[in-house]
């Protein structure tokens, strides 16, 4: 059975720009969430995915879009880059509901300058 | 807002029990109460969730106050490889963790 995985481990990016990141979830999981963690700060929820809708949104401005696909992978696109926006982002997939437990990838660590 | 309340940090000799508590006094009565452990430059890895009774399994014990106001995280023998910082999250109900600081476990042999 494969984890999460992440893509890429890291990336730096100029003020301004776009980027992509990319999670392939674990097999059978259906659920994608997504999380910013600053340095030194716990995660924070941007947006979760089920059957390729989102499923909630934390407190993130649009800039911050994202995208399920039919094998439930998902991506992660931050448009306008800022330097606030330098962090870990992390993806964990999941079945649905509260009661099932998240499993996480090794994270994009995206440093804009 | 993270809406739980955990020490900053714990300190444990190896081989010792670790009660780890924390404080959800707003907790509604469909959320769950999560456990999540994040090593050093590692994504954060589930330890263990309940919404009632106590839980346990083969990493920890999840004590959960019978007002569910409150629970306790128990290692039952720390090891070096538990030092963590450790996250008690109420979990909604679709699933959205709300990570707090957390508390970080240090571990002395």
Redesign the interface.
């Known amino acids: 059975e494969t984890g999460?995985t992440q893509s890429p481990t890291h990336l730096i990016k100029t003020r301004g720009q776009q980027v992509t990141l990319r999670c392939s979830s674990q097999s059978g999981h259906n659920?994608v969430?997504w999380?910013q963690q600053a340095l030194g700060?716990?995660?924070?929820?941007i947006f979760?995915y089920?059957r390729e809708e989102e499923?909630?949104r934390?407190n993130f401005p649009p800039r911050f879009s994202g995208l399920q696909f039919p094998n439930y992978s998902s991506e992660l696109n931050v448009n306008a880059l800022e330097l606030d926006d330098s962090a870990l982002y992390?993806c964990?997939s999941?079945s649905?509901?509260?009661?099932?437990?998240?499993?996480?990838?090794?994270?994009t660590r995206l440093t804009v300058t | 807002d993270?809406k739980t309340t955990q020490p900053n940090s714990m300190e444990s000799n190896e081989e010792e029990p670790v009660h780890l508590p924390c404080n959800h006094s707003t907790i509604s009565g469909?959320?769950?109460i999560?456990w999540?452990r994040q090593l050093p430059s590692?994504?954060?890895?589930?330890v263990i969730?309940g919404?009632t009774s106590n839980v346990n399994n083969r990493m920890a014990s999840l004590a959960i106050a019978e007002d569910r106001k409150s629970s306790t995280l128990i290692l039952h023998r720390a090891t070096l490889r538990d030092a963590a910082?450790y996250?008690c999250i109420r979990?909604?109900?679709?699933?959205?963790?709300?990570?707090?600081?957390?508390t970080q476990v240090v571990v002395t042999p």
């Open positions: 999460v659920t969430s999380y700060q716990g995660p924070q929820f979760q089920y499923n909630g934390g992390l964990a999941s649905q509901g509260v009661a099932y437990e998240q499993y996480f990838g090794p994270g | 993270a469909t959320d769950y999560h999540y590692q994504g954060p890895e589930y969730h919404l910082v996250y979990a909604d109900s679709w699933g959205k963790l709300q990570f707090g600081a957390g």
